[in-house]
């Protein structure tokens, strides 16, 4: 107990050393979607540092209040990318959850999921395999084109959701490898928990590529979470035990480069990382920073290691209007909003229209979806909203977390819309031009 209050003590200096930067200008108030939607001083930026200037004094009084507080964020980094003090939000936001974590500790059925599955790869794919099979009797079709489907019963955890369960391959020539083709440089790649489980077909899309292009490809096959979902829960052990392992698997092999088609997963590993090991001793610094130095988006390794002029546009697209959605930690945390959009260009004959607004938040924000989903829907039709206005009927994206919330508001409002990856997007166009390299 003696050490825990200790460790608390010591999160919390660390804490009040960042907090002085913000000047409660209430610049966030324009940004923060969650404020547009209830208007409530204490959901933007500036209200939740206001409480965090006296959060020991908080967490004595009202822990519970303290942590509902803080749960009401998507981490979505809007307040920080327009902070004109640089306060760093979001890491001030994901310590303070850890330091409730570490006071009121973790709940039954959090412990169970963060150390119970998600912590144990094997474990964690087993738990899957078996939720596909219950899948089946639990839910129907609601969607055929966008694969979703809604609860057979009315259960209030799923209430109206349309889930998008695991992608289907689409009906494209896989690409052909030219086996006289040298070798480049090795990638490593970090497929994601939602890619792994939902959305395989992103992991295939990003191999076929890698390897077209002539690279050694090394995919951990136990990698595990990267451990975002249990920072953000305010779990310290499970990110401990998930980076841990993640360590030691990609200290396997030698590589140049580690690249992710899931942009949280990349600032996980570039920024949280080495944000949050030193609160570990056990930790080598070094190899963390190692794997932080060589990460990189998807996107931006192909855009810094391809010429754009011999990527093939997809010709089954030629006449069709294709938007953008920005995710927020590749624009807003990765500083990345460019290079998806060149690889769409090249990929779809300029036929690109900006949405407004592309870079607002659609509203996922991992568990904060779970918790206050009617919340999370309303800023989703926004995004919907702005997408009818271009006219397009694709949409592209560079994260396979909102591509899971797309689907979800798009089939509850029966659209006949298409929602690919940008990487997917590449490999079908080089596919479908019969391209062997």
Same mark, same amino acid.
């Given at each position: 107990?003696?050490? +825990?209050?200790?460790?608390? =003590?010591?999160?919390?200096?660390?804490?009040?050393?960042?907090? $002085?930067?913000?000047?409660?200008?209430?610049?966030?108030?324009?940004?923060?979607?969650?404020y547009?939607?209830?208007?409530?001083?204490?959901?933007?930026?500036?209200? &939740?540092?206001?409480? =965090?200037?006296?959060l020991?004094?908080?967490?004595?009084k009202?822990? $519970? +209040?303290?942590? /509902?507080?803080?749960?009401?964020?998507?981490?979505?980094?809007?307040?920080?990318?327009?902070?004109?003090?640089?306060?760093r939000?979001?890491e001030?936001?994901?310590?303070?959850?850890?330091?409730?974590?570490?006071?009121?500790?973790?709940g039954?059925?959090?412990?169970?999921?963060? %150390?119970?599955?998600?912590?144990?790869? %094997? $474990?964690?794919?087993?738990?899957? #395999?078996?939720? /596909?099979?219950?899948? &089946?009797?639990?839910? #129907?079709?609601?969607? *055929?084109?966008?694969?979703?489907?809604?609860?057979? !019963?009315?259960?209030?955890?799923?209430?109206?959701?349309?889930?998008?369960?695991?992608?289907? *391959?689409?009906? @494209?020539?896989?690409?052909r490898?030219?086996?006289?083709?040298?070798?480049?440089?090795?990638?490593?790649?970090?497929?994601?928990?939602?890619?792994?489980? $939902?959305?395989?077909?992103?992991k295939?899309?990003t191999?076929?590529?890698?390897?077209?292009?002539?690279?050694?490809?090394?995919?951990p096959?136990?990698?595990?979470?990267?451990?975002?979902?249990?920072?953000s829960?305010?779990?310290?052990?499970?990110?401990?035990?998930?980076?841990? /392992?993640?360590?030691?698997?990609?200290?396997?092999?030698?590589?140049?480069? !580690?690249?992710?088609?899931?942009?949280t997963?990349t600032?996980?590993? +570039?920024?949280?990382?080495?944000?949050?090991?030193?609160?570990?001793?056990?930790?080598?610094? @070094?190899?963390?920073?190692?794997?932080?130095?060589?990460?990189?988006?998807?996107?931006?390794?192909?855009i810094?290691?391809?010429?754009?002029?011999? !990527?093939?546009?997809?010709?089954?697209?030629?006449d069709?209007?294709?938007?953008?959605?920005?995710?927020?930690?590749?624009? #807003?945390?990765? +500083?990345?909003?460019?290079?998806p959009?060149?690889?769409?260009?090249?990929?779809?004959?300029?036929?690109?229209?900006e949405m407004?607004?592309?870079?607002?938040?659609?509203?996922m924000?991992?568990?904060?979806?779970? &918790?206050?989903?009617?919340?999370?829907?309303?800023?989703?039709? #926004?995004?919907?909203?702005?997408f &009818?206005?271009t006219?397009?009927?694709?949409?592209?994206?560079?994260?396979?977390?909102?591509?899971?919330?797309?689907?979800?508001?798009?089939?509850?409002?029966?659209?006949n819309?298409?929602?690919?990856?940008?990487?997917?997007?590449?490999?079908?166009?080089i596919?479908?031009?019969?391209?062997?390299?």
């Amino acid at each position: 107990m003696k050490s +825990k209050l200790l460790s608390i =003590l010591e999160s919390l200096r660390e804490l009040d050393t960042q907090l $002085i930067q913000c000047m409660r200008c209430g610049m966030c108030q324009a940004v923060c979607p969650v404020y547009q939607e209830t208007g409530l001083e204490t959901d933007v930026a500036r209200g &939740k540092l206001s409480l =965090l200037d006296g959060l020991l004094r908080e967490i004595l009084k009202d822990p $519970i +209040k303290v942590k /509902k507080r803080l749960e009401r964020c998507l981490l979505c980094g809007s307040c920080q990318a327009n902070c004109p003090s640089g306060v760093r939000a979001v890491e001030i936001f994901l310590r303070a959850r850890t330091i409730v974590g570490l006071y009121l500790g973790i709940g039954p059925l959090e412990r169970i999921l963060l %150390r119970g599955v998600i912590s144990n790869p %094997r $474990i964690f794919n087993g738990f899957f #395999k078996l939720f /596909k099979i219950v899948s &089946k009797l639990l839910f #129907k079709e609601a969607h *055929p084109s966008l694969g979703t489907s809604c609860s057979r !019963i009315p259960l209030p955890v799923l209430k109206d959701r349309h889930i998008k369960f695991q992608t289907k *391959p689409r009906e @494209t020539k896989r690409l052909r490898f030219n086996t006289t083709r040298p070798k480049g440089h090795t990638v490593a790649v970090f497929v994601g928990c939602v890619i792994d489980k $939902i959305f395989p077909t992103i992991k295939d899309a990003t191999l076929d590529i890698l390897l077209y292009y002539g690279y050694d490809v090394f995919i951990p096959e136990t990698q595990a979470c990267c451990g975002i979902p249990a920072l953000s829960s305010g779990d310290l052990k499970s990110f401990e035990a998930l980076l841990n /392992k993640n360590l030691e698997v990609f200290s396997e092999r030698e590589f140049e480069f !580690i690249v992710s088609s899931c942009p949280t997963c990349t600032w996980t590993i +570039k920024e949280i990382w080495p944000m949050f090991s030193k609160n570990f001793t056990s930790f080598r610094d @070094t190899d963390i920073q190692k794997l932080s130095n060589r990460a990189m988006d998807i996107n931006q390794f192909l855009i810094a290691n391809l010429d754009l002029n011999a !990527i093939p546009y997809a010709r089954n697209r030629e006449d069709q209007i294709v938007t953008y959605h920005d995710p927020c930690h590749l624009r #807003k945390s990765l +500083k990345i909003w460019e290079e998806p959009r060149k690889l769409v260009r090249t990929c779809t004959n300029n036929r690109l229209i900006e949405m407004p607004f592309s870079d607002m938040c659609c509203g996922m924000g991992g568990t904060f979806n779970i &918790k206050y989903y009617d919340m999370s829907s309303s800023i989703a039709k #926004k995004k919907r909203d702005y997408f &009818k206005a271009t006219g397009a009927n694709l949409l592209t994206t560079a994260c396979p977390a909102c591509m899971f919330q797309l689907h979800d508001i798009f089939s509850k409002n029966g659209d006949n819309i298409e929602i690919l990856h940008t990487i997917e997007l590449l490999s079908e166009a080089i596919s479908c031009n019969g391209s062997t390299g």
